[in-house]
T-cell receptor
Framework: GESVGLHLPTLSVQEGDNSIINCAYS??????FIWYKQESGKGPQFIID?????DKRQGQRVTVLLNKTVKHLSLQIAATQPGDSAVYFCAENMGEYGNKLVFGAGTILRVKS | DTGVSQDPRHKITKRGQNVTFRCDPI?????LYWYRQTLGQGPEFLTYFQNEAQLEKSRLLSDRFSAERPKGSFSTLEIQRTEQGDSAMYLC????????????FGSGTRLTVV
């Protein structure tokens, strides 16, 4: 079956340090991936996406790395801030042109001041 | 554009009652999706529309659930004869059909069935 999973349910980092959140996916045919941030009581907020024809994509303070050989995604957050504390999900496109996303269970990121 | 809007934000209903939620997508997006999220889990796909056509439904969408998007703009999700197991956050999202998809979620409707 197809699934997206996260290795670490909770990640605690010191303010100012870099954070790395990992995700494994099982469907080698998936061609599009998104990272979302979700704060309590709110909907998922888009952070960054990457297509399968890329290995790396950078945004503001965030970088997503895609390793298709081992079917692994990571989200790197530079200079982590207290406002980054949230649950982070990776999502995998399971349909043509992004018509259905499959989410993992999420990683809780806690930033210590 | 103010993003994807969902109404109401919270709904408490008695078991057996019917409820209806509304979603207004980003105006330039012609795809609209419904997801359900329970505590500690990621969102689960329920169904999606392209314009007014409902193109895919998950097996999670039982006969008590129905979604419509009559004019290809806003959408409604109705749950009939609610059960306690229906308690969850119901999320709506919208996107374009081509890159950049702009896949955007609303803030959700929190349903509690008592």
């Amino acid at each position: 079956g197809e699934s997206v999973g996260l290795h670490l349910p909770t990640l605690s980092v010191q303010e100012g340090d870099n954070s790395i959140i990992n995700c494994a996916y099982s469907n080698s045919a998936s061609d599009y991936f998104i990272w979302y941030k979700q704060e309590s009581g709110k909907g998922p907020q888009f952070i960054i996406d990457i297509r399968s024809n890329m290995d790396k994509r950078q945004g503001q303070r965030v970088t997503v790395l895609l390793n298709k050989t081992v079917k692994h995604l990571s989200l790197q957050i530079a200079a982590t801030q207290p406002g980054d504390s949230a649950v982070y999900f990776c999502a995998e496109n399971m349909g043509e042109y992004g018509n259905k996303l499959v989410f993992g269970a999420g990683t809780i990121l806690r930033v210590k001041s | 554009d103010t993003g994807v809007s969902q109404d109401p934000r919270h709904k408490i209903t008695k078991r057996g009652q019917n409820v209806t939620f509304r979603c207004d997508p980003i105006s330039e997006h012609n795809r609209l999706y419904w997801y359900r999220q329970t505590l500690g889990q990621g969102p689960e796909f329920l169904t999606y529309f392209q314009n007014e056509a409902q193109l895919e439904k998950s097996r999670l969408l039982s006969d008590r659930f129905s979604a419509e998007r009559p004019k290809g703009s806003f959408s409604t999700l109705e749950i009939q004869r609610t059960e306690q197991g229906d308690s969850a956050m119901y999320l709506c999202a919208s996107s374009r059909t081509r890159v950049p998809y702009g896949y955007t979620f609303g803030s959700g409707t929190r349903l509690t069935v008592v």
